[in-house]
């Protein structure tokens, strides 16, 4: 049997997806009108787990807490593709007005991950229908993207062992861009990004008697101050690194010197390398300066996302297919990297694969109280995700 054109065969992908697109939205505006913070998606993997089931599907719940892996096997192929999807929503009040809007107070899907989680899902019930592909392929969908570390629960909890994949692939919408629009690039593609907490410990007293207090206001002017010359003096200026002190807290009188300051932010990093350095440095500096008070400083670093790095050649093969089915015209090969962090990251550090951004259209922006993922994009996303498959699992290899 001739194997059929790429660019056909994409085409077919596509007006399959368009086919079940109303089946994959009704199931994405249920997830939306249902949100649940990161770690607490019991009722969107469940949910989830139901549909793949519902497809003949192997299912494998509570993979990093709220984590399901689902598992196709399709002919006697040993490789594996692993798709990733994450389900948490964020702590806003929506403000869309929608039918399918928030039925819970405070919470919301305010970064498209219910579109990510259905478009993942539409995959899945697009493979298991067609297996036109010889191996096995890994659905992870993944909770707490949102800075909760859900990326890191699943592999802490053998998510790479237990489901071994050759390659990795993830997606997340973009608003502002075009519907059936896609953008991708090689080598370092997002920030990594870690939030820090400084802790001085000095001894509280009288506000006009600092000779009995070991003040931690005037240590943490100093550090905050010190601190500075970390990207200034430590970092090479081939290196990118953001370094800000977001949040100084001590105190409530005008007449008490308080016993503690706390000190607060953020660092970005195009390498994880030089997000080691500032932590190093970080530590040293908050321990020493302290000390030199007579205080004392806990550092509390946590890297929460490391930087996203796409495999070269991945990278070219995802947006080969992206190519093949809307055209090199509505593919950018070559996006310069974003400031944000997404934790799909960890798992591009221990599997070669790449992550592409789809339009969502003229939407609000991410995180913005009236943001709503666009259902229209539901059929390139999940011909992609199901093309990539048949692309890496080729029949009859
Ligand atoms: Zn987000
Ligand atoms: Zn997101």
Not at 92 to 121: V, Y
Not at 303 to 308: E, G, M, N, R, Y
Not at 309 to 318: H, I, S
Not at 328 to 338: M, Q
Request: with cysteine; proline share 5%.
């Amino acid at each position: 049997m001739p194997t059929e054109a790429p660019k056909e065969a994409a085409l077919e992908a596509l007006e399959r997806a368009r086919q079940f697109q109303p089946e994959i939205a009704a199931i994405r505006r249920d997830i939306h009108a249902n949100p649940e913070l990161g770690m607490e998606e019991y009722r969107t993997a469940e949910l989830v787990a139901r549909k793949l089931e519902e497809w003949g599907i192997e299912v494998h719940r509570g993979v990093g807490k709220t984590g399901v892996v689902g598992v196709l096997r399709s002919g006697n192929g040993d490789s594996a593709v692993g798709l990733r999807a994450d389900m948490d929503a964020l702590p806003i009040q929506e403000a869309t007005g929608l039918p399918h809007a928030s039925t819970r107070p405070g919470l919301m899907h305010a970064c498209g991950h219910d579109g990510h989680t259905a478009t993942l899902l539409g995959a899945a019930k697009y493979l298991a229908e067609t297996r036109n592909f010889n191996g096995t392929v890994n659905f992870i969908f993944q909770p707490a993207e949102e800075g909760l570390g859900g990326a890191e629960a699943m592999l802490k909890d053998g998510l790479f062992e237990r489901f071994p994949c050759n390659y990795v692939y993830g997606m997340h919408n973009r608003p502002g861009l075009d519907v059936g629009k896609f953008i991708i690039g090689k080598g370092v593609r997002m920030a990594g990004g870690a939030f820090f907490d400084i802790t001085i410990t000095g001894r509280g007293a009288h506000g006009a008697r600092p000779q009995e207090s070991i003040d931690p206001v005037v240590v943490a002017c100093h550090l905050g101050a010190a601190l500075q010359s970390v990207v200034a003096r430590n970092i090479s200026a081939n290196d990118q690194a953001v370094l800000s002190i977001t949040k100084i807290q001590a105190g409530d009188a005008y007449n008490v010197i308080p016993e503690r300051a706390v000190m607060s932010g953020t660092a970005r990093t195009l390498k994880r390398e030089v997000m080691e350095t500032i932590e190093q440095r970080m530590k040293q500096l908050s321990v020493n300066i302290a000390e030199g008070f007579g205080a004392t400083a806990e550092v509390d670093f946590r890297f929460l996302f490391a930087p996203l790095v796409n495999d070269d050649a991945e990278a070219e093969v995802y947006g080969d297919a992206a190519a093949e089915l809307v055209g090199e015209e509505n593919l950018n090969r070559n996006a310069a990297p974003a400031a944000a962090s997404e934790d799909f990251s960890f798992m591009l550090e221990r599997v070669p694969g790449a992550h592409i951004n789809f339009g969502n259209g003229a939407s609000a922006a991410v995180h913005n109280d009236r943001y709503d993922f666009n259902d229209d994009s539901i059929p390139y996303a999940v011909a992609l995700f199901s093309r990539i498959v048949e692309k890496k699992l080729p029949k009859g290899a």
